[in-house]
């Protein structure tokens, strides 16, 4: 009998760039467990099929993921990590080819988007968006074709044990994605936190004004602010803030316990350890 | 000769909800331009090729269209105006079918989304996502079925001289898109306004609640705040906030010159009348 190795959901294939992010985050010892949607990532925590989930929230170029607040609203899990990642595409062919024979790229289409000066660059290259990088990398190891490339992770060309004809394509270095980890139970940080929580307000001005002062009088740094449709109540919202400071901090609870006296709905999602890269650019 | 027929450009096709939201703000007399994008409709408009632009901003289900905060920055526009809209679906057909003979219902997948309670009643019914609501009653006419039928709005099936087979069919009856007017001159609505501006912080803690201050401390009631990535700083963000008041009101201008003391960027992307619809409810 094994171990009980630890299982952590992810959305897309063997290779993506949240896979990525789950080895970083666990290590290698951990068992990456692909996922066809975010829907389903929850799913799959909720259910216990897997210990944790491994979701992106934000992109540094392209902005929040809005169905994955959703989705933390909707189900009963808890924040318990996060996780910084720098995205670097490598343009991936099959074993023999070079950058010299390929007639077309195949990528999800941000990732296409995101190396257009590149493949400008290689003049007379066309294009064709697929629903998604690593599984790019899959489709032009079937078709065998050294006319071929994909865009993906340099991760994900050694997982299909394909060529890396170019590193770094990206046209801005700048892409970084947080992840945010999902599991069924909260921790309780204690040292260097932050915690993410969600509330609605009544439709009244300066609402939202007095929700923030809450953190402004306790020095307590907003790191992010988003808000999403309160569905059935148009033009209000739910409000997703995260802050430095974990829940166990006494000046936290007192904020929170501020923020509920007018707040019409508060949940914390979570508070975990904060995940401080040194988001150095390297070039190309 | 005639006169000179207003021009404002729309995404989508002929019979688009946006298309409806022209007709509602300038009324029949104008001429609504189908563009394929919505970088086609600021284009148009930048180039002179339409006087106006119509573009969702906010719908009270899904959110923002985060496009359209991107395209406004990118664009040198002004926003002349804002209008709601109740979205209503119809289940459409050609003429002489009947809602017992369908068996296939196609339309945009937030639209099917959107019907899933109605479409679940109807039994055995297969749904088929395509790009476009009012495109879907245009692909049903063009096959000449009556065993397919389309989602899309009264106005769609008019236009496509189609039979509306069952109206309001939508889950959540409060389902609301606020539209902006964009051109390019900026106006100066005198009393009963809303002006949307952009702007971008320090990175220092505080600096968003410092910002929200310049409005709240005299009294001027915020109705939207938006963020997006500031490209190439990772985790900075540039600010949308809606108000009400005009640019020409000097309180307003006194609370935009304060924030210009300490925002690194600051832009007025319009004031223009406020759009006060009654947002009733109706049942299906």
């Not at 998604?132 to 340099?154: L, N, P, R, Y």
């Not at 046209?171 to 969600?198: G, H, L, M, Y």
Request: charged content about 20%.
């Amino acid at each position: 009998m094994s171990e009980k190795i630890t299982r952590v959901a992810f959305q897309g294939e063997h290779g993506a760039y949240s896979e990525e992010a789950v080895i970083e985050h666990f290590g290698e010892t951990v068992e990456p467990v692909p996922c066809e949607s975010f829907d389903a990532v929850f799913q799959s925590v909720q259910e216990g099929n897997c210990d944790y989930g491994m979701i992106p929230i934000e992109n540094s170029l392209t902005g929040s993921i809005h169905r994955n607040y959703d989705l933390l609203l909707q189900f009963p899990l808890s924040v318990v990590g996060e996780q910084y990642l720098r995205i670097s595409h490598c343009l991936i062919g099959v074993p023999g080819t070079s950058l010299e024979r390929i007639k077309k790229v195949i990528s999800h289409p941000q990732a296409l988007a995101q190396c257009q000066q590149f493949l400008a660059s290689l003049q007379g290259i066309a294009t064709e968006p697929v629903y998604d990088t690593a599984g790019s990398v899959k489709m032009v190891k079937d078709t065998g074709s050294a006319e071929i490339a994909a865009i993906a992770s340099q991760r994900a060309a050694q997982i299909y044990e394909m060529a890396i004809l170019a590193k770094g394509i990206e046209d801005n270095p700048a892409n970084f994605t947080r992840f945010q980890v999902i599991a069924r139970e909260p921790v309780s940080p204690s040292d260097d936190a932050k915690t993410s929580i969600v509330f609605s307000l009544n439709n009244r001005p300066g609402e939202l004004y007095r929700a923030m002062s809450v953190f402004a009088l306790r020095n307590i740094d907003l790191t992010k602010i988003e808000s999403r449709p309160l569905i059935g109540k148009p033009w209000e919202y739910f409000f997703y803030i995260d802050f430095v400071g974990s829940i166990e901090d006494p000046v936290t609870q007192r904020a929170l316990a501020n923020l509920e006296e007018f707040s019409t709905f508060m949940r914390v999602l979570g508070s975990y350890p904060r995940h401080r890269p040194q988001p150095k650019i390297e070039s190309g």
